[in-house]
C-alpha cells in the first residue's frame, strides 16, 4: 500500500471503516507510517486504530488513502497498460490475457516503479533508476547535473554518476583565480540534495556515486565516510580497472592523473573518458604515484568497517557489456546490479521462482517457467513504449538501445523445496542449469519481438556476437546465436539480478538471488519495526515439532562469504547486466579475509562485489534481534542472550556470549558465586611488560601483565590524563582484562587479538607490519608481541618487571605515567563536531585542526 498501490490524491474522501496509511512522525527528513482503520472522522481530523492497537488521531491531509485494495487490482492494472501499447486492439488483448497471466500469484513481480505509475500516473517514470553523464568540470555543469538529478528522483527514479569528470581538490580554476573543491565535495552536494527529495509520497530519493582508479581523490573518496555528514545519503563504489587488479597482483605503483584543465579544448572535450581523451593526443597531468596495494588495502579496509566502497571492475564489465561497441557503460544504479552507459535506465522486473515448482516431478517446472520468462520480455519491451520520457536525451539513448533487466526472486525458497543446500558444489551445477534456461529462453523472446517489431536501432550483429557476454552464450546455445543472425535483436540486454528487498517482502519469498537473512528476524522500514516469518520454515517446524531444520534451509550468515562469491559468480555467468548480491560476513571477519574475498570476485568473473560485515553499520534493514528501549530499567531486567544470531553458534562468540551473561546476570547473589569461581583474582605482585606503541592518538604505552604464564591484566596509558581519549583507553584496559581473567577458555588471548586486530578509526599510522589503525589495534599487535617473548621471558630474573623491548616495544614504568615530552605533544583529543583525533590547545581552547571546532565560539 505504502509504495505501489494507486493513490487517491483526495485524501477528503476518507471515511470510516478506510484502510489508510496514517503519517506517526511528522519528520522532515525521517518520516514514519503505519498502517491503519479509520474509526471516526470529525471535519478534517480523522482517528486511526493501527495494526499494533495504538489510536492515532491525524489530519486528513496526513493520510495516504489508497484505490486498489487488493493485488487482482492492481494486477489488472498493470497488464491493460502494458498491452496498450500494442499496433492493434487484437493484439492489445491478447497480450493483456498474456500479462495478466503471468502478473497472476506473483509469478511475475514487476519492478517498483512500474508497480506504481503504470496505469496510474502519466507523471512517473517507470524506470527504477538512471546513470546520468558526468557532471561537466564547471559551476554551470555541476548544477545541469543537479537538476537532472532532481528531476529524476522527484519522479520516482534513482540516480548513478561518476564523478570522475570533475577536477581533483587543489586543482586551478582559473576563471576564479583560485581551486577547486575536489569531486568529493561535489559527491557531497548531490548527497545533501538526495536526501530532500521524497519520492511520489512513498521514498527518498537512492544515489550511486563512483569514481575511477586513476582520479587524484580517490583516497579521499573511499575514507570520505569516516567523516561524519559528508556523505550520507548515496552508495559509494569504486571502477577498478584490469590493470590496477595486475598492479595490486604484483605489487606495482599506480599513477594517480587527470587531464590537462589548460587545454584549449578542455571544456568542450572531456567527458570524463581518460582513454578516449589520451586517444586524441591530449596531454595528461600526473598528480602523484602510490603504491597500488595501499590503495587496494584502503578500500577493503573501508568496506570491512561500514560496507563501503562497493568495487565493480568497469574495464572488465564493458568488456562482457552486449553495447561495447556503441556505448560504454560509466557507472551503475545504486544498488549496483544495472551497469548502464550515459542517460542509461533500469527497466526491471523479477520472476517469483518458487511458484515454478514441480511438486509431482519434484523438479522445475520447465516449460512454465519457459512460457513466463518468454512473456515477460514483452511485457519489459513493452515499458520502454509505455513510460514517460522527461528529457529528450534519455527517450532517445533508450529507444536506440531498449535496455531491459529480467530478473528473479524466490530462489532460496524453490531450493529449499528442491531440497538443495543452497552454496553447495551441488547447487552451483544447479544455478548454472538454471540460469543458462532463463537465458536462453529470455535471448531466444528478445529475437521473435525483432523478427516482428525490429531490432533496436544500434544493433549490429557481427559486433553484437563479439561482447564476452555472447561468446559464452553461443558456446552454450549456438541456436542463440542462429538466432541473434537470423532475426535480429530487441533489446541490447536482456538479464538482471535486482535486490528486490521490497517487492520479495511484499509477496513473501526470498529476496533477489540471495538466501534469507534468518527464518526469524525483524524488518525496519518506513511503516515500522515488524517481525518476519519465513513461511516455508515456519511450515515445516509445524509439521516437524521439536526437529531441528533440515541443512538445506540455509540463511545468509549460515554460509561462508566465499559460498556466495561463488553463488554470484555462477548465476552471472548468464546475466548479461550484473548483480545486487551481499556476501554476508559474520562480525569477527577479519580485513585480510576482506581482501581475499574481493580478489576471489575478480578471479571468478564477477562485475562487482559488496560484503556486509554482521554488525558493522549503526542500523541495519534486517536483524535477528529486535530492538529494544534504551531504559535502564529494562535493560536489567532483560536476558543478556534473549536472542541470538546464526553466528552466535561459533565458539568465539559463544565465549562471549557466556562472559556477556555472566556479567549481567552478576546482579543476584547466586550469580555472584559462579563468578567468584570462574574469575581469577588479581594476586599481589605480576610480572610483565610495557610496550611503547605510536598511534594515530598519540604515543600509548600499554602494560600487560601476566598471571599463571599468561596474559591476563592490562593498563593502557594514552594522552593527557582527563582528555577523552584517556578515558576510553583505560575503559578498554579494563574490559580487556575482565575478558583475560574470566573463565578457562584457552584460546581468549587469540580470540581478544582477532576481535581487536584491525579496528580502524579516522586515521592510521605507520606502513606495512608497523601500521597501526588504532588504539585497539595497538593493543592486539602488543598481545602478539607479547605472547611470541613469552618463553623468553620465563627465563628472565623474577625480580620486578621484565624489560620486554623488540621491534617498538619498550621498557617503561608500569604504564603508569613516565612517557615523555613528545609524546604528550603528539596526543590528540577527539573532535566532538568532526569526530577525528584533531583537538588540541591552541591559544588557551580546545580546537579541532581538522574542521575548525572550537570549545569557546
Given at each position: 500500500?505504502?509504495?505501489?498501490?494507486?493513490?487517491?490524491?483526495?485524501?477528503?474522501?476518507?471515511?470510516?471503516?478506510?484502510?489508510?496509511?496514517?503519517?506517526?512522525?511528522?519528520?522532515?527528513?525521517?518520516?514514519?507510517?503505519?498502517?491503519?482503520?479509520?474509526?471516526?472522522?470529525?471535519?478534517?481530523?480523522?482517528?486511526?486504530?493501527?495494526?499494533?492497537?495504538?489510536?492515532?488521531?491525524?489530519?486528513?491531509?496526513?493520510?495516504?488513502?489508497?484505490?486498489?485494495?487488493?493485488?487482482?487490482?492492481?494486477?489488472?492494472?498493470?497488464?491493460?497498460?502494458?498491452?496498450?501499447?500494442?499496433?492493434?486492439?487484437?493484439?492489445?488483448?491478447?497480450?493483456?490475457?498474456?500479462?495478466?497471466?503471468?502478473?497472476?500469484?506473483?509469478?511475475?513481480?514487476?519492478?517498483?516503479?512500474?508497480?506504481?505509475?503504470?496505469?496510474?500516473?502519466?507523471?512517473?517514470?517507470?524506470?527504477?533508476?538512471?546513470?546520468?553523464?558526468?557532471?561537466?568540470?564547471?559551476?554551470?555543469?555541476?548544477?545541469?547535473?543537479?537538476?537532472?538529478?532532481?528531476?529524476?528522483?522527484?519522479?520516482?527514479?534513482?540516480?548513478?554518476?561518476?564523478?570522475?569528470?570533475?577536477?581533483?581538490?587543489?586543482?586551478?580554476?582559473?576563471?576564479?583565480?583560485?581551486?577547486?573543491?575536489?569531486?568529493?565535495?561535489?559527491?557531497?552536494?548531490?548527497?545533501?540534495?538526495?536526501?530532500?527529495?521524497?519520492?511520489?509520497?512513498?521514498?527518498?530519493?537512492?544515489?550511486?556515486?563512483?569514481?575511477?582508479?586513476?582520479?587524484?581523490?580517490?583516497?579521499?573518496?573511499?575514507?570520505?565516510?569516516?567523516?561524519?555528514?559528508?556523505?550520507?545519503?548515496?552508495?559509494?563504489?569504486?571502477?577498478?580497472?584490469?590493470?590496477?587488479?595486475?598492479?595490486?597482483?604484483?605489487?606495482?605503483?599506480?599513477?594517480?592523473?587527470?587531464?590537462?584543465?589548460?587545454?584549449?579544448?578542455?571544456?568542450?572535450?572531456?567527458?570524463?573518458?581518460?582513454?578516449?581523451?589520451?586517444?586524441?593526443?591530449?596531454?595528461?597531468?600526473?598528480?602523484?604515484?602510490?603504491?597500488?596495494?595501499?590503495?587496494?588495502?584502503?578500500?577493503?579496509?573501508?568496506?570491512?568497517?561500514?560496507?563501503?566502497?562497493?568495487?565493480?571492475?568497469?574495464?572488465?564489465?564493458?568488456?562482457?557489456?552486449?553495447?561495447?561497441?556503441?556505448?560504454?557503460?560509466?557507472?551503475?544504479?545504486?544498488?549496483?546490479?544495472?551497469?548502464?552507459?550515459?542517460?542509461?535506465?533500469?527497466?526491471?522486473?523479477?520472476?517469483?521462482?518458487?511458484?515454478?515448482?514441480?511438486?509431482?516431478?519434484?523438479?522445475?517446472?520447465?516449460?512454465?517457467?519457459?512460457?513466463?520468462?518468454?512473456?515477460?520480455?514483452?511485457?519489459?519491451?513493452?515499458?520502454?513504449?509505455?513510460?514517460?520520457?522527461?528529457?529528450?536525451?534519455?527517450?532517445?539513448?533508450?529507444?536506440?538501445?531498449?535496455?531491459?533487466?529480467?530478473?528473479t526472486m524466490g530462489l532460496a525458497e524453490l531450493m529449499i523445496k528442491l531440497r538443495i543446500r543452497y552454496g553447495s558444489p551441488e547447487s552451483l551445477e544447479f544455478l548454472d542449469k538454471l540460469y543458462g534456461f532463463i537465458a536462453r529462453e529470455a535471448y531466444l523472446a528478445s529475437t521473435e519481438i525483432a523478427a516482428e517489431k525490429g531490432s533496436f536501432p544500434a544493433?549490429?550483429?557481427?559486433?553484437?556476437?563479439?561482447?564476452?557476454?555472447?561468446?559464452?552464450?553461443?558456446?552454450?546455445?549456438?541456436?542463440?546465436?542462429?538466432?541473434?543472425?537470423?532475426?535480429?535483436?530487441?533489446?541490447?540486454?536482456?538479464?538482471?539480478?535486482?535486490?528486490?528487498?521490497?517487492?520479495?517482502?511484499?509477496?513473501?519469498?526470498?529476496?533477489?538471488?540471495?538466501?534469507?537473512?534468518?527464518?526469524?528476524?525483524?524488518?525496519?522500514?518506513?511503516?515500522?519495526?515488524?517481525?518476519?516469518?519465513?513461511?516455508?520454515?515456519?511450515?515445516?517446524?509445524?509439521?516437524?515439532?521439536?526437529?531441528?531444520?533440515?541443512d538445506f534451509f540455509v540463511t545468509a550468515m549460515d554460509l561462508t562469504a566465499e559460498d556466495h562469491i561463488r553463488v554470484q559468480a555462477a548465476i552471472q555467468r548468464w546475466v548479461d547486466s550484473s548483480i545486487s548480491k551481499t556476501a554476508n560476513c559474520p562480525a569477527d571477519f577479519t580485513i585480510e579475509e576482506t581482501k581475499r574475498l574481493y580478489e576471489l570476485a575478480?578471479?571468478?568473473?564477477?562485475?562487482?562485489?559488496?560484503?556486509?560485515?554482521?554488525?558493522?553499520?549503526?542500523?541495519?534493514?534486517?536483524?535477528?534481534?529486535?530492538?529494544?528501549?534504551?531504559?535502564?530499567?529494562?535493560?536489567?531486567?532483560?536476558?543478556?542472550?534473549?536472542?541470538?544470531?546464526?553466528?552466535?553458534?561459533?565458539?568465539?562468540?559463544?565465549?562471549?556470549?557466556?562472559?556477556?551473561?555472566?556479567?549481567?546476570?552478576?546482579?543476584?547473589?547466586?550469580?555472584?558465586?559462579?563468578?567468584?569461581?570462574?574469575?581469577?583474582?588479581?594476586?599481589?605482585?605480576?610480572?610483565?611488560?610495557?610496550?611503547?606503541?605510536?598511534?594515530?592518538?598519540?604515543?600509548?604505552?600499554?602494560?600487560?601483565?601476566?598471571?599463571?604464564?599468561?596474559?591476563?591484566?592490562?593498563?593502557?596509558?594514552?594522552?593527557?590524563?582527563?582528555?577523552?581519549?584517556?578515558?576510553?583507553?583505560?575503559?578498554?584496559?579494563?574490559?580487556?582484562?575482565?575478558?583475560?581473567?574470566?573463565?578457562?577458555?584457552?584460546?581468549?588471548?587469540?580470540?581478544?587479538?582477532?576481535?581487536?586486530?584491525?579496528?580502524?578509526?579516522?586515521?592510521?599510522?605507520?606502513?606495512?607490519?608497523?601500521?597501526?589503525?588504532?588504539?585497539?589495534?595497538?593493543?592486539?599487535?602488543?598481545?602478539?608481541?607479547?605472547?611470541?617473548?613469552?618463553?623468553?621471558?620465563?627465563?628472565?630474573?623474577?625480580?620486578?618487571?621484565?624489560?620486554?623491548?623488540?621491534?617498538?616495544?619498550?621498557?617503561?614504568?608500569?604504564?603508569?605515567?613516565?612517557?615523555?615530552?613528545?609524546?604528550?605533544?603528539?596526543?590528540?583529543?577527539?573532535?566532538?563536531?568532526?569526530?577525528?583525533?584533531?583537538?588540541?590547545?591552541?591559544?588557551?581552547c580546545k580546537t579541532c585542526s581538522n574542521c575548525g571546532y572550537s570549545r569557546c565560539s
Open positions: 500500500m505504502d509504495r505501489y498501490a494507486w493513490k487517491n490524491a483526495d485524501t477528503n474522501q476518507t471515511k470510516v471503516g478506510d484502510v489508510v496509511l496514517v503519517l506517526t512522525k511528522d519528520d522532515p527528513k525521517f518520516p514514519a507510517k503505519e498502517v491503519g482503520e479509520v474509526i471516526a472522522r470529525e471535519g478534517q481530523t480523522v482517528t486511526v486504530r493501527t495494526r499494533s492497537g495504538e489510536i492515532v488521531q491525524s489530519s486528513v491531509d496526513k493520510l495516504t488513502l489508497t484505490i486498489e485494495k487488493t493485488p487482482e487490482e492492481m494486477w489488472d492494472r498493470l497488464a491493460a497498460a502494458m498491452a496498450s501499447v500494442e499496433e492493434t486492439e487484437v493484439k492489445r488483448k491478447e497480450w493483456r490475457e498474456k500479462f495478466r497471466y503471468i502478473l497472476d500469484d506473483w509469478k511475475l513481480v514487476p519492478g517498483g516503479r512500474i508497480a506504481a505509475g503504470a496505469g496510474a500516473s502519466e507523471e512517473l517514470t517507470l524506470f527504477n533508476c538512471y546513470v546520468i553523464p558526468s557532471p561537466h568540470d564547471s559551476r554551470g555543469g555541476i548544477m545541469k547535473t543537479l537538476t537532472e538529478m532532481t528531476e529524476i528522483m522527484a519522479r520516482g527514479g534513482g540516480v548513478g554518476i561518476n564523478l570522475s569528470s570533475l577536477r581533483p581538490r587543489r586543482a586551478i580554476v582559473a576563471g576564479v583565480n583560485g581551486s577547486s573543491s575536489g569531486a568529493v565535495s561535489w559527491g557531497g552536494l548531490f548527497s545533501y540534495t538526495t536526501g530532500l527529495i521524497e519520492q511520489g509520497g512513498s521514498r527518498r530519493g537512492a544515489l550511486m556515486l563512483m569514481i575511477n582508479d586513476w582520479h587524484p581523490d580517490l583516497h579521499d573518496f573511499i575514507t570520505v565516510k569516516q567523516t561524519m555528514g559528508q556523505v550520507t545519503n548515496a552508495n559509494l563504489s569504486v571502477c577498478v580497472s584490469n590493470a590496477f587488479m595486475r598492479a595490486v597482483k604484483e605489487d606495482l605503483d599506480w599513477d594517480l592523473v587527470f587531464p590537462d584543465t589548460q587545454d584549449p579544448e578542455y571544456d568542450e572535450l572531456w567527458d570524463g573518458d581518460l582513454e578516449k581523451w589520451r586517444q586524441r593526443g591530449k596531454k595528461i597531468v600526473h598528480y602523484k604515484t602510490v603504491r597500488a596495494r595501499d590503495i587496494w588495502h584502503t578500500i577493503i579496509e573501508s568496506a570491512w568497517k561500514s560496507a563501503e566502497p562497493g568495487v565493480v571492475f568497469m574495464e572488465y564489465y564493458n568488456q562482457m557489456s552486449n553495447s561495447w561497441y556503441f556505448n560504454p557503460i560509466i557507472c551503475t544504479n545504486p544498488c549496483g546490479e544495472q551497469g548502464l552507459p550515459a542517460w542509461g535506465v533500469c527497466n526491471l522486473s523479477a520472476m517469483n521462482l518458487s511458484k515454478f515448482y514441480d511438486e509431482a516431478a519434484d523438479d522445475v517446472a520447465w516449460d512454465e517457467l519457459s512460457k513466463v520468462t518468454r512473456w515477460s520480455v514483452r511485457f519489459l519491451d513493452n515499458v520502454i513504449d509505455k513510460t514517460p520520457y522527461h528529457f529528450p536525451e534519455n527517450e532517445r539513448n533508450q529507444k536506440n538501445e531498449r535496455r531491459i533487466g529480467l530478473g544493433f549490429d550483429a557481427d559486433k553484437f556476437v563479439q561482447s564476452g557476454f555472447m561468446k559464452n552464450m553461443i558456446a552454450q546455445y549456438p541456436e542463440v546465436g542462429e538466432a541473434v543472425r537470423n532475426r535480429g535483436m530487441r533489446n541490447v540486454t536482456v538479464i538482471t539480478q535486482a535486490p528486490t528487498g521490497s517487492t520479495g517482502t511484499m509477496v513473501g519469498t526470498s529476496t533477489g538471488i540471495e538466501p534469507y537473512f534468518a527464518f526469524e528476524y525483524f524488518r525496519k522500514s518506513r511503516l515500522g519495526y515488524d517481525k518476519q516469518l519465513v513461511p516455508i520454515a515456519q511450515e515445516w517446524k509445524d509439521a516437524n515439532p521439536g526437529k531441528e531444520l533440515p575478480f578471479e571468478l568473473g564477477c562485475k562487482g562485489v559488496t560484503i556486509y560485515r554482521d554488525g558493522s553499520r549503526d542500523t541495519q534493514v534486517l536483524s535477528t534481534k529486535k530492538e529494544e528501549k534504551s531504559d535502564a530499567a529494562t535493560a536489567a531486567a532483560a536476558p543478556a542472550a534473549a536472542e541470538t544470531t546464526a553466528a552466535s553458534a561459533q565458539s568465539d562468540e559463544a565465549a562471549l556470549g557466556a562472559l556477556n551473561a555472566s556479567l549481567n546476570a552478576g546482579v543476584s547473589p547466586q550469580a555472584e558465586q559462579v563468578f567468584d569461581k570462574q574469575y581469577k583474582r588479581r594476586p599481589q605482585v605480576l610480572r610483565g611488560a610495557t610496550y611503547k606503541v605510536n598511534t594515530p592518538f598519540g604515543m600509548a604505552y600499554i602494560t600487560i601483565n601476566d598471571i599463571n604464564g599468561t596474559p591476563g591484566e592490562i593498563f593502557l596509558n594514552v594522552g593527557k590524563a582527563g582528555s577523552d581519549v584517556f578515558a576510553m583507553a583505560e575503559a578498554l584496559g579494563r574490559v580487556c582484562s575482565l575478558f583475560l581473567r574470566y573463565g578457562d577458555h584457552g584460546n581468549k588471548v587469540k580470540l581478544l587479538i582477532k576481535h581487536l586486530k584491525g579496528i580502524g578509526g579516522s586515521g592510521a599510522i605507520g606502513f606495512g607490519a608497523n601500521r597501526v589503525e588504532s588504539i585497539a589495534d595497538a593493543v592486539a599487535k602488543s598481545l602478539e608481541l607479547h605472547i611470541g617473548l613469552a618463553s623468553e621471558e620465563a627465563a628472565a630474573s623474577e625480580a620486578g618487571t621484565a624489560s620486554g623491548v623488540a621491534g617498538g616495544a619498550e621498557a617503561g614504568a608500569g604504564g603508569h605515567g613516565g612517557h615523555d615530552v613528545s609524546a604528550a605533544a603528539g596526543s590528540r583529543d577527539l573532535c566532538p563536531s568532526c569526530g577525528t583525533a584533531s583537538l588540541i590547545n591552541i591559544e588557551g
